[in-house]
């Protein structure tokens, strides 16, 4: 089975130069909106073509029995998830999430299960990159979401990557 990652509401974008500066809200490291010190950083950036070039590389790196395991399911590169996303994660900054899988992990699913929409992982560019200050992290950070995200389609919680060393 073949993947490829596809932009979803990129459009319009313009390209912009390596580095651009970031402005973040934190008290304790948790997002907050009263009593907050402002921290800047750069971030690295990459165009969208090279972002989706990245994570196809993460989806032909993972394993060829468990790609070839995936079925109906969608990874699209998002630039920030939406509020209901949001929500779902109980985050309240859009920065906290890196990748959402959105759907039924086949470990839950029953016999009867079928003619449904593709379950979806979300990969979010922007909270990516503003983790990151140079190519290798980038990459190394989508190959990551990447395979965690998969192992969430494949029925493996946050408690179980983290015991094994994986989250």
Known sequence: MSFRAVPSGVEGLREISHYQEISHFVRNDKWCSSE????????????????ES??????EQIPEYYRNAIDNLAIVVEELPDHWTMQAAHISN???????????????????????????????????LAQCQNDDEVRALVHHVVQHEVAHYFGIDDDRLMEIGAY
Do not use: C, K, M
């Open 36 to 51: 907050i010190i402002t921290v800047s950083h750069t971030f690295w950036q990459s165009t969208p073509d090279q972002f």
């Open 54 to 59: 990245l994570v196809d590389e993460a989806i």
């Open 94 to 128: 859009p920065y906290q999430l890196l990748g959402f899988y959105h759907g039924v992990p086949i470990t839950q699913r029953h016999l009867e299960y079928g003619n449904v929409a593709p379950d979806r992982i979300s990969i979010y560019r922007r909270p990516i």
